[in-house]
């Protein structure tokens, strides 16, 4: 059982920066995939960002590309979103999941774990 908690949420103004933290508790093994999705009032969870947690390439939604990062740190057991150049089209709950399975996964109902969510609002 994995369980993944996130933090670093809060608000900022456009082209802020913030950075998501996503602390997995439990068996990590190299066949895991984590990601970040988020959801805005209304609309369904989408993908943000994934990450194998072996390592390789990272993947990004086209909405975020060239802005947002993220990156692990395996030795702290930790997932991380860098968000830079804040829009407020971002605001959603930012939510930290896993797969196990290295491949790109977009759909979140192929995803078993699930932290409670971080709140990111950008608003002047």
């Known amino acids: 059982q994995v369980q993944l908690e996130e933090s670093g949420g809060g608000l900022a103004q456009p082209g802020d920066s913030l950075r998501l933290a996503c602390a997995v508790r439990?068996?990590?093994?190299?066949?895991?995939?984590m990601a970040w999705f988020r959801q805005a009032p209304g609309r369904e969870r989408e993908f943000v960002a994934g990450i194998p947690w072996s390592g390789g390439n990272a993947y990004y939604a086209n909405s975020v590309k060239g802005r947002f990062t993220i990156s692990r740190d395996n030795a702290k057991n930790s997932v991380y979103l860098q968000m830079n150049s804040l829009k407020p089209e971002d605001t959603a709950v930012y939510y930290c999941?896993?797969?196990?399975?290295?491949?790109?996964?977009?759909?979140?109902?192929?995803?078993?774990?699930w932290g409670q969510g971080t709140q990111v609002t950008v608003s002047s």
């Open positions: 999941a896993r797969r196990n399975g290295a491949m790109v996964v977009t759909n979140a109902g192929f995803y078993d774990s």
């Open positions: 439990g068996r990590t093994l190299s066949t895991h995939y």
